[in-house]
């Protein structure tokens, strides 16, 4: 059965901090999704992963992901305040139109 | 740009009440799926159907939900009898044939009393 495990699973840090959130999971899977989600809202898709060695970068988050290792990071640079979210990276089964399974989420506090 | 759209956005209910949850879909999407979130929990998957049947459905998928597509456009999901367990955040998704990204709705609140 496919498990995604993030952390840390909450984070607190400061303004202009940089910061890496992990995600591991447990079996072969093709994409790797990370969403961001705000209190009482829906999932807002960041980056699509789609092979070994693959980084995407838009403004302060960078994701990239090691096929191998079954890891993806999400990296923040120098965080401002409006980056404080629930951050998820989820994964899919092989197939493309399987379900993706979620994990635990991060939730990123920045403090001004 | 299209977008998923998902009614009513809030729905409370007495226990042992029936809902249906309705989401309609982005036009040309063929797969569509129905998530859950328990507050301040992870996103857990229930059903995805294509073709106008059910494609897999988790373990919390017991038989008082159903899904189905009556009018060829909306998706509905069914819970026959709430529980107060079934409190959550209902997500709609859809995804285009031959995509692998998973367009998610705003969600409907569901509060079970």
């Known amino acids: 059965e496919l498990k995604v495990e993030q952390n840390p699973l909450f984070l607190s840090m400061q303004e202009g901090k940089n910061y890496t959130i992990y995600c591991n999971y447990s079996?072969?899977?093709?994409?790797l999704y990370w969403y961001r989600q705000d209190p009482g809202k829906s999932l807002e898709s960041l980056f699509v992963?789609?092979?070994?060695?693959a980084v995407k970068q838009e403004g302060r988050l960078m994701a990239s992901l090691d096929t191998k290792a079954r890891l993806s990071t999400l990296h923040i640079t120098a965080a401002v305040h409006d980056l404080s979210a629930t951050y998820f990276c989820?994964?899919?089964?092989?197939?493309?139109?399987?379900?993706?399974?979620f994990g635990k989420g991060t939730r990123l506090h920045i403090l001004p | 740009e299209p977008e998923v759209t998902q009614t009513p956005s809030h729905q409370v209910t007495q226990m042992g009440q029936e809902v249906i949850l309705r989401c309609v879909p982005i036009?040309?999407?063929?797969?569509f799926y129905w998530y859950r979130q328990i507050l301040g929990q992870k996103v857990e998957f229930l059903v995805s159907?294509?073709?106008?049947?059910?494609?897999?459905k988790s373990e919390i998928f017991d038989d008082q939900f159903s899904v189905e597509r009556p009018d060829g456009s909306n998706f509905t999901l069914k819970i026959r009898s709430t529980k107060l367990e079934d409190s959550a955040m209902y997500f709609c998704?859809?995804?285009?044939?031959?995509?692998?990204?998973?367009?998610f709705g705003p969600g409907t609140r569901l509060t079970v009393t």
């Open positions: 159907f294509y073709n106008n049947e059910i494609s897999e």
């Open positions: 989820a994964v899919d089964n092989y197939g493309g139109r399987d379900k993706i399974i």
């Open positions: 036009s040309n999407h063929l797969y």
């Open positions: 079996t072969t899977s093709d994409r």
């Open positions: 992963l789609l092979s070994n060695g």
């Open positions: 998704a859809n995804l285009l044939a031959g995509s692998y990204e998973q367009y």
